[in-house]
């Protein structure tokens, strides 16, 4: 099986505003993908459907 990486993510952070103030929706996330075997994500959606973009 080829090791080869394919992608590499490092401290991504994603926030928005909201009329409370703002939010953090990703915090310090580091992730690595490589050629070959199986990939998949998950999460858990904690944000209301018209918060959504």
Same mark, same amino acid.
């Given at each position: 099986?080829?090791?080869?990486?394919?992608?590499?993510?490092? $401290? @991504?952070?994603?926030?928005?505003?909201?009329?409370?103030?703002?939010? =953090?929706?990703?915090?310090?996330?580091? *992730? $690595? @993908?490589?050629?070959?075997?199986?990939?998949?994500?998950?999460?858990? =959606?904690?944000?209301?459907?018209?918060? *959504?973009?």
């Amino acid at each position: 099986m080829n090791k080869d990486k394919v992608l590499s993510i490092r $401290d @991504l952070s994603i926030s928005f505003q909201t009329s409370a103030g703002e939010v =953090n929706a990703i915090r310090g996330v580091n *992730l $690595d @993908l490589y050629q070959g075997g199986k990939r998949w994500l998950s999460w858990e =959606n904690r944000v209301p459907e018209n918060q *959504l973009l």
